[in-house]
């Protein structure tokens, strides 16, 4: 059974690999007829790979930092886990995305769709986060709420940059 910590990380990395998924997805809608679906998932899939790839190097010096020493095999196991969670997020957007390769529906509607997942997904790893905490009802709507402006931020800057 994980630990409220090891859970707390798992969520966290989640977290910032659904935000960034989402940041990569709104990029490629303004000009979605430039890709094919398969283009758009090795984008995602190569971002989220080289998210994990940092994270895992990240968690791995912050160990070495916080203890004095290399990671043990039971530890390392942990950041893995943790750090592979970026990589588990990916997988119904990128079929979302191959699924526009069949002529289901376009690439559009395909990122729409993924980052719609990507978006659900954020709200059940707040809901995970919180489960079993002391927090009220209210409170994880508010904390539910408080995802979405974060979702909703991400959006604005994109949509401004671009």
Known sequence: MKT????TQ?????????????????????????????????SLLGTMGGLFAASLVAET???AGEHGGAARRNTMRSILHASLRTLEITVVPIVLLLLSETGLWSLRTGLMLA??????????????????SAT??????????????????????KVLVH
């Open 4 to 7: 409220k910590q090891g859970i």
């Open 10 to 42: 798992h969520v966290r990395e989640a977290l910032y690999a659904s935000i960034t998924g989402i940041a990569t997805l709104l990029v490629m809608v303004p000009t979605s007829e430039a890709f094919s679906g398969r283009a758009a998932a090795g």
């Open 61 to 63: 010096i912050a160990h």
């Open 115 to 132: 980052i719609a997942a990507l978006a659900v997904t954020q709200l059940v790893l707040v809901l995970w986060g919180l489960r079993g």
């Open 136 to 157: 009220t009802t209210w409170q994880k709507v508010g904390y539910l709420l408080l995802q979405l402006a974060a979702v909703g931020g991400v959006v604005l800057l």
